[in-house]
């Protein structure tokens, strides 16, 4: 499949003057203005097209494991880094840099849609055309409140592009309103962005991805009946299926733009810095060779019971009789024939390689001449189908006191199942549904977010051997920006 990748260089295009300009005479060339962009209905193609180069950097996709994977159960930190360690155990404070990352990546793709939504609109152009463009900023908008309001609680909602001589210091915005804000975004997205993208837009949010992520806003937010419906309309599109083998999901050859795939961050090898996919640089074990580069550090290494409490630890909950395990993780002796098959492939040591006896293998495909530094060519997951058949699941059970055995949802939890290898159920209930979800999304960037909307998140870390409190249930505020912005407040406890 010929891949289409969306590198965005629109900054340096920003920074290219017209024939003739005078260099002293030149529209300010360090920020966009509606004299120098937004005049045509190509600009505002490219406008909306080069926000996803926030998400695709490797300070979003490329790191995010630090904040939504790292506090809870499935993985901790496979050295010392000041930067992530800290979020593993607990003691992270308002300075960690990582905690900084997360929120500047975030609020800087909410500003490229706000511009998106302020400047386009004027623009002479098929209406149509106009009201999909804006609905993808919306969309993207509503992506990254979604995620920053699960991690920090209250935050400020910019409407607006700000004026910054004036519109800096803006205070944070209770939860309430903020989950408002993103369902009406992602509303007007729903029904205005198209059903499917093909060839060079590939990889562009579609109706169904909006519904996909307002149907986890649901979930988070209890509106059980509004999850199970747009679950239901997915499903009912006929759109999406499950691949036949979980396998497919994570080789090279058959994970990109598949069956299953709603929503993906596209990747390219070896392009600029950043238009690649970084997790492999990170998951690969330390020293292997994986990646035929200076990369593979294995940063982020699955809990064992090796090193964590046993019976608590993803290497327990994660049988070898599941068939997605292998595709997961790297445990000792297993071997991998599609990891660098020119050198005969790669087998794991049996001792391990890592102070857990495992390593991630989601995302960790080899080397050759389509891998560089911190760069694959294979997609990000950001949802698959799989997530609508188990958030129809969770929805159900919760709305029914914790237990479901609707034929519809006990079909959409077997095909999970059966796909797994696993014996189908007759009667489900929500821990089932969540260790279920623990292990199909394992590595995905969703564990702590799932952790959230159990009733029980502190005491299932201590069982983990981690010491949680109450607060840290949200991060801290960055100091940086309690600095710039004398109208933010520091969450408790920090």
Known sequence: MKKHIYIFLLSALFLLPSCGDDFLNRNPLDQITEDNFYNSASEANLAAISAYAVIQGVDWYGKCWQITEIPADNTTTGGNDPDFSPIDNFTVNADNVAVADYWREHFKLVVQANQIIKFVPPIEMDEATKMSLIAEAKFLRAFAYFDLVRIFGDVPIIREVPNISTEVNVPRDPVAEVYEFIEEDLLEAIEHLPNTRANTNLGRATSGAAKTLLSNVYLTTQKYDECIGLCNEIISSGQYQLMEDFADNWLKETSDNNAEAIFQIQYVSCGPFGTGNANQAFYAPWGQGITQGSDGWGSQIPTSPSIDNPGTTIRDVMKDEDL????????????????????????????????????????????????????????????????????????????????????DVLDAFNQIRTRAGLETEQVIDIDMVFDERRKEFAFENKRWFDLLRTDNIKETMLLHGKSMQDFHVLFPIPSSELAINENLVQNPGY
């Open 324 to 407: 997605r395990s292998y595709h997961t993780l790297m445990t000792p002796g297993d071997e991998y024939p599609m990891i660098n098959p020119e050198l005969g492939g790669y087998k794991y040591p049996s001792t391990g390689a890592s102070r857990a006896n495992t390593n991630i293998k989601k995302y960790v495909i080899g080397g050759g001449p389509d891998v560089c530094f911190m760069s694959t060519p294979q997609n990000y997951h950001v949802f698959r189908y799989a997530e609508v058949l188990l958030n129809l699941a969770e929805a159900s059970c919760k709305k029914n006191g914790g237990l479901s055995n609707s034929p």
